[in-house]
Nanobody
Framework: QVQLVQSGGGLVQTGGSLGLSCATSGRPYVWNAQAWFRRAPGKQRELVAAIDWRDGATWYLGSVMGRFTISRDNAKNTGYLQLKSLKPDDTAVYYC????????????????WGQGTQVTVSS
């Protein structure tokens, strides 16, 4: 069974940076897409960034564009999300998710999820 194991996150001040990792474990698996979602307190989970595992094409939520960077290391089968210029509104539990569906854009398109990691930005 393939799993996604997250690491990183934590507490940072406004303007700070953090890195999140999402490693594939279990049996070998080749993704077509990975994404990062987040759920802030009292809000629905939202898609933050996504990457096509084959060609590296990316998509970002407007409010994080220019501040967050999604990437992947095919050799390590690991995805990353670099968060910079963090704001209190970025406080949320962040989830990585994997899909073998090209062009995955909704939660339903991603069948495999990481355990979630807390990112807290203090003002």
């Amino acid at each position: 069974q393939v799993q996604l194991v997250q690491s990183g996150g934590g507490l940072v001040q406004t303007g700070g940076s953090l890195g999140l990792s999402c490693a594939t474990s279990g049996r070998p698996y080749v993704w077509n897409a990975q994404a990062w979602f987040r759920r802030a307190p009292g809000k629905q989970r939202e898609l933050v960034a996504a990457i096509d595992w084959r060609d590296g094409a990316t998509w970002y939520l407007g409010s994080v564009m220019g501040r967050f960077t999604i990437s992947r290391d095919n050799a390590k089968n690991t995805g990353y999300l670099q968060l910079k210029s963090l704001k209190p509104d970025d406080t949320a539990v962040y989830y990585c998710a994997g899909s073998n569906f090209c062009g995955a854009t909704t939660e339903a398109d991603y069948p495999v999820w990481g355990q979630g990691t807390q990112v807290t930005v203090s003002s």
